[in-house]
């Protein structure tokens, strides 16, 4: 009789821990699922600032990042795209992309305050590694103008 009860207790706990592990795995695919999702698929960021007037909200908006279309090289002239800041590395910021690779960019200075301007064809390493210029990245003016 003592044998019967303690043969049906180990039993509940086996049936227990069984469902346990189950679970667990499920969990851990999950984890795995929203981890490459996350990283290598879309993220969601949130945006605040002036930066993007009016395309974005001062007070901030909540973005779906698409982690896929740079690594197919699909961006283009007015994109939307968040990069790394040059002065603080571990700061993302949202920037539009203004010029390409082969592009002619045209940099124009106030002209109350001076007579600077330039300009220059992208060439493949000018400003960021996807061989794209960015909006106020670039350490003159912002009036960039593609010719």
């Known amino acids: 009789?003592?044998?019967?009860?303690?043969?049906?207790k180990v039993g509940q706990w086996r049936t227990m821990w069984k469902e346990a592990a189950d679970r667990a795995v499920i969990v851990a695919k999950f984890l795995c699922f929203l981890h490459i999702t996350?990283?290598?698929?879309?993220s969601?960021?949130?945006?605040?600032?002036?930066s993007m007037l009016p395309t974005l909200n001062v007070r901030g908006d909540v973005l779906l990042s698409d982690r896929v279309s740079h690594r197919l090289g699909k961006v283009g002239v007015g994109d939307v795209v968040l990069v790394k800041s040059p002065e603080n590395p571990r700061k993302t910021i949202t920037k539009r992309i203004v010029a390409m690779e082969g592009d002619r960019v045209s940099l124009f200075g106030d002209p109350m305050r001076s007579d600077f301007s330039s300009t220059f064809v992208m060439d493949g390493g000018c400003v960021m590694k996807t061989k794209a210029m960015v909006k106020g990245l670039v350490k003159f003016p912002k009036n960039i103008q593609i010719a």
């Open 1 to 8: 009789m003592l044998a019967r009860k303690l043969k049906l």
């Open 38 to 42: 996350e990283n290598y698929i879309c």
């Open 44 to 50: 969601t960021t949130l945006v605040h600032g002036p």
